[in-house]
């Protein structure tokens, strides 16, 4: 257990849902991450927030939808996913910046169908 | 773009054998940080390197971060059971602080036969 919460754990979904993937870190952390972790495929950086301020967006599609109301809580909204999509969807946070050790939840596994 | 190759993808070792895996980097990093991943699990974090030339053990793993910072590698002694999973390091540019800096290797699935 790191202290960071993901909800649900499985999800599964048609291209035309709206759905919404929610972290939770109960560390006292000021910075959250989402990443995306493909089959065979490095981990890939989706979004940064510090003290609840975006500060990334690795190009991600706009159909992926991040929300930060506190820095305590992360969301992923989902919208017309691709079957692409699908993946493993890990949030993770960190005291105060990227260069710090990063505490991960345990992820989402996400299908599109 | 700045890339991370980690090598080897797949390693099998019997018990008891060593391991090692390697991550090598196009462009100098200001830091590496390796995690481990076991089945169906998350990343974990194991350790960060900043400093050139800096190793550091826990246990039976010994951690190296090269001279030029640009190559790292995590090596383990006498494998056991308990070390099945995906090792993956974490690389850092060196231009600033810059989320867009960081690069991740693919990862080595280490498998241990008892």
């Known amino acids: 257990e790191t202290g960071v919460t993901q909800t649900p754990r499985h999800l599964v979904m048609g291209m035309t849902n709206k759905k919404s993937l929610k972290c939770e870190q109960h560390?006292?952390?000021?910075?959250m991450y989402w990443y995306k972790q493909s089959a065979k495929k490095p981990l890939e950086l989706m979004f940064v927030?510090?003290?609840?301020?975006?500060?990334e967006n690795n190009s991600v599609p706009s159909r992926f939808s991040p929300e930060c109301p506190n820095s305590s809580h992360l969301f992923l909204h989902l919208h017309t996913l691709q079957p692409e999509d699908s993946a493993l969807y890990l949030c993770?946070?960190?005291?105060?910046?990227?260069?710090?050790?990063?505490?991960f939840g345990p992820g989402t596994r996400l299908t599109v169908l | 773009g700045q890339q991370v190759m980690q090598i080897p993808q797949y390693q099998h070792v019997q018990e008891g054998e060593d391991f090692t895996t390697y991550c090598n980097s196009s462009?100098?990093?200001?830091?590496i940080q390796w995690y481990k991943q076991r089945p169906g699990g998350h990343p974990v974090f194991l350790i960060q390197?900043?400093?050139?030339?800096e190793v550091k053990k826990q246990k039976r793993l010994t951690f190296q971060f090269g001279e030029a910072k640009k190559n790292s590698s995590l090596h383990i002694t006498a494998t056991q059971t308990t070390d099945v999973g995906t090792y993956f390091c974490?690389?850092?540019?060196?231009?600033?602080?810059?989320?867009?800096?960081?690069?991740f290797g693919k990862g080595t699935k280490l498998s241990v036969k008892p």
């Open positions: 560390l006292g952390h000021n910075a």
């Open positions: 462009t100098t990093l200001s830091n």
């Open positions: 927030y510090n003290f609840k301020e975006q500060t």
């Open positions: 974490r690389g850092e540019g060196i231009y600033g602080g810059s989320q867009g800096n960081l690069i």
């Open positions: 993770a946070s960190s005291q105060d910046t990227v260069e710090e050790e990063q505490f």
């Open positions: 390197l900043v400093k050139s030339g």
